[in-house]
């Protein structure tokens, strides 16, 4: 029955079988599985087409697609002996690289990051904006504490300040912080997104929402999710996927998302996008290769090959 379902290309029909007996919600590696087959499976589609998915999934919504999306830059991670003169010369060399937004990670203590947050606000000089990314580990009073704190700059965005399913703490922190935040990379369903809408106090006017199409049961489940964004009042440009790789990149282009992730230099040969493209103002053009792309990466594919 799968194989007759893979001959055509069936993604629903497959997806449904990966997912039979299989509970809802919750922590797991299964939905990461999943969506690594039924991402596959839409990068055969576009392929069989001779289109690029990005191409191919604007035709299936009914809308015009746009080969331009905007992506960040993601670094600035703790290292041992790495001090802000060196978190500042990796944020120079984003924005050399054509980047108008920048972010790094917060979260050891704001004794820390606020000379880190200082120093990269010093280098970037009203170039380019910076995020910041605690990555989920803050308890709600030292969430409040950044949150407080973190006023006084003029950030991009303030992600993840909590643990992802403690909704409570996020409402928390929109109550107390005025400027954008940023959260959802690990919810992996639409059930997760929704309650993260209704219950997290997350503002439609200037919030921004992370869920990763590659993590959470792939696009299937994604195209759920953005029927949950849209339900609930917002744009699904206020979408911008975690993840940096070319999956999430083929969606935000093929469906109005509002951008990408992106980390250079990191997770290679896996993250980024084809050798060709160049970014500008934080802004890349998609090329026109058909389904994800994978073949205009020449170290990606040239694994991929080796371990054919």
Partial sequence: MLNDACDNLDSERI?????????????????????????????????????????????????????????????GYYAQGKVVKELCAEMRCFLDAGYSVVKIK???????????????????????????????????QQALDYAKA?????????????????????????????????????????QDARN????????????WLQFDPALAYGLTEYLRTLQVVKDEGWEVSRCI???GHQMSLNIAAGLGLGGNEIYPGLFQPFGGYPDSVEVKDSWITMPELPGIGY??????????????
Wanted: net charge neutral.
């Fill in 241 to 243: 996927p975690h993840g």
């Fill in 196 to 207: 993260l809408l209704r219950y997290g106090g997350m503002r439609k006017d200037r919030d």
């Fill in 106 to 140: 917060i979260g050891n203590s704001l004794e820390i990051d606020k000379p880190r947050i200082e120093g990269v606000l010093k280098e970037l000089n009203g170039k380019a904006k910076l995020a910041v990314d605690a990555n989920g580990k803050l308890n709600l």
């Fill in 150 to 190: 973190l006023q006084q700059y003029p950030l991009f965005w303030f992600e993840e300040p909590g643990d992802p399913l403690d909704f409570e703490l996020q409402k928390a922190v929109a109550e107390g912080y005025p400027g954008q935040l940023a959260t959802g990379e690990n919810l992996f369903s639409h």
């Fill in 15 to 75: 997806w449904a079988m990966m997912m039979k007996d299989e509970k809802p919600g919750g922590h797991g590696e299964r939905c990461v599985a999943v969506g690594a087959i039924d991402m596959a499976i839409r990068d055969a589609t576009a392929k069989i087409a001779n289109k690029p998915l990005f191409r191919l999934l604007a035709e299936r919504a009914g809308r015009e697609a746009d080969p331009k999306v905007f992506v960040y830059s993601a670094g």
């Fill in 295 to 308: 073949e205009g990466k020449a170290a990606l594919i040239g694994m991929m090959r080796q371990l054919i």
